[in-house]
């Protein structure tokens, strides 16, 4: 059977891969990183054109905590012998299609990542973390959980998916079909904003569309230089070891500095429409219903879709033949995790983590469950975010090793390991 893995890795999105791109770096580590896709895909759903990175492309997998290393934003520029045109090109943000190639790039250099194989099953079996795959059982001493977020579907909507509704993760699987069609998108955030703007500039446009958002408005991201303070490693220790009460209360107050819409695109979005409303001639209707939420629909004869909408003051009525909603994601505990569900600590449904983003469990103490883009509750709004991936992979690694990456000193058990109570 041989050693266990010093880890296994579930999932390999951006945060698994910026994990393995840094364990290169450890000499005599032993990881591996188990995905169940065929390939490596990044929200292919929503790469669409002039779809760009609302962060700075020095916000990779590795720069922010090793420059050096090979496998930088920078590198594959380099390695792709467009280094110069790209600075000439001077584009304000990086278009996400990009960035994409750029993951895929270091995602075919990592040894560790295997793809096509789906973890089933974790548990805690003689000694090590037993892994359950279609091609046999991993064995491993530590656990780090990359699975990503899952696609938030809104009640009225969670027992309606079909190729009429659909999440717009899966939007461009659907785009095409969407031509002379009225479409609403439910929805008003950045993801929103871009399908928005995709049918309002598609060779072929809907016939109708609607936009309803439960938001007053649609207000832009907070990218102000104060503002991005709270993307700093300092920031997410700090919000760390602040009460929970008072956690709770700054993730709502910071809501739009993750979670608004680029100005760039909203200046975009508002001209795209004032050209469909006043200037052309042939453009199908588009209404903007902000402070509107879905709270029902009904199908009518012939397959037509009529959304219930409710707003502060009244209630009213839309009609679409598809809905995309641009409803955002969830964090979560994969459902691989099942057979540890009960040896985990939670407080108000949300699992209890420790300052190396490891879970509390009652196992062992030099076997620990780390989780990548899972603890917004704990670290702040940029946790689900590019800015501190590359942070807190080695936050990980530092932990799983026992070393500091910086100085290469031992860390004792009560640095690495120590929870915070959140009362």
């Not at 450890?26 to 995905?35: K, S």
């Not at 990779?60 to 905590?65: A, F, G, N, S, Y």
């Not at 993307?231 to 979670?259: C, I, M, N, V």
């Not at 809905?323 to 964090?331: D, E, M, P």
């Amino acid at each position: 059977m041989g050693d266990p893995y010093d880890y296994a890795a579930v999932g390999a999105g951006p945060a698994n891969l910026s994990l393995a791109a840094q364990a290169q770096a450890r000499p005599g580590l032993r990881g591996v990183h188990l995905e169940r896709a065929e390939r490596f895909a990044w929200h292919p759903g929503l790469l669409l054109p002039g779809a760009t990175l609302q962060v700075s492309c020095l916000k990779d997998l590795v720069t922010p905590v090793d420059p050096t290393s090979p496998y930088t934003f920078l590198a594959f520029l380099h390695a792709q012998g467009r280094f110069h045109q790209f600075l000439n090109a001077r584009f304000r943000a990086v278009h996400r299609a990009e960035f994409d190639a750029y993951l895929r790039w270091v995602a075919e250099q990592l040894p560790t990542v295997r793809f096509g194989h789906e973890v089933h099953a974790v548990d805690f079996t003689g000694g090590c973390f037993a892994l359950e795959t279609r091609h046999g059982t991993v064995r491993a001493r530590h656990v780090v959980l990359g699975t990503g977020q899952t696609p938030y579907v809104p009640e009225p909507f969670r027992d309606a998916l079909d190729d009429t509704v659909f999440h717009s993760g899966q939007f461009l699987r659907h785009a095409d079909g969407l031509a002379g069609k009225r479409v609403a998108v439910v929805g008003g955030g950045q993801s929103g904003a871009e399908v928005v703007r995709h049918l309002l500039t598609a060779r072929a446009r809907p016939a109708e569309l609607h936009w309803i958002t439960r938001r007053p408005g649609l207000p832009p991201l907070d990218e102000s230089a104060f503002t991005n303070d709270l993307f700093l490693p300092g920031a997410a220790r700090a919000f760390f070891h602040l009460p929970a009460s008072e956690q709770a209360a700054r993730l709502a107050a910071q809501k739009y500095a993750g979670d608004g819409i680029d100005d760039t695109l909203l200046t975009e979005l508002y001209q795209l429409l004032y050209l469909a409303t006043y200037v052309e001639q042939d453009a199908g209707p588009v209404t903007l219903l902000t402070g509107h939420e879905v709270t029902g629909f009904t199908r009518a004869a012939g397959g037509a879709l009529r959304l219930v909408l409710k707003s502060a003051d009244a209630t009213a009525e839309a009609e679409a033949d598809a809905v995309v909603l641009a409803t955002g994601y969830r964090q979560g505990l994969p459902a691989c995790l099942r057979p540890l569900l009960p040896r985990i600590r939670f407080r108000d449904g949300l699992p209890r983590v420790r300052a190396d983003f490891s879970l509390e469990w009652d196992g062992p103490a030099g076997h620990r469950i780390h989780v990548q883009n899972g603890a917004r509750h704990a670290f702040g709004i940029a946790d689900p975010q590019l800015s501190l991936l590359a942070w807190r992979s080695r936050t990980v690694l530092d932990s799983i090793t026992g070393t500091d990456s910086i100085t290469g000193t031992d860390r004792t058990d009560a640095d690495r390991t120590t929870a915070h109570d959140h009362t």
